[in-house]
């Protein structure tokens, strides 16, 4: 789930603070601060990480990884890379694409 809101951090009347739950990111495109839901309640509280963890725990959020890799996430938006066949790309040494006009 993905959403605008004021940002937490300062005044802010106007919704510019963008967040993605699924993958516990943040971003305030005002203030320019970033991160993931730990770094949110770190900067908000002015706890340290150990702290922001186990307040998270205490009010029954995930804790997983935080701050794991990018393993799990995929080279696009659809959920993958198309691949294309060499045969497609070849077309006689023209690059991979033919415009409209040129396919008849």
Known sequence: ?????????HEDHTPSFSYHLDRGLWKCHSCGEGGDSYTL???????TFARARALAASLSLATGDAGGGDEQLSGS????????????????????????????
């Open 41 to 47: 309640i770190m900067k908000k509280d002015g706890l």
């Open 77 to 104: 938006a659809y959920g993958g890379r198309r691949a294309v066949s060499a045969r497609s790309r070849d077309r006689s040494g023209r690059g991979g694409y033919v415009p409209a006009w040129r396919r008849r």
């Open 1 to 9: 789930m993905t959403g605008m809101a004021p940002c937490p951090l």
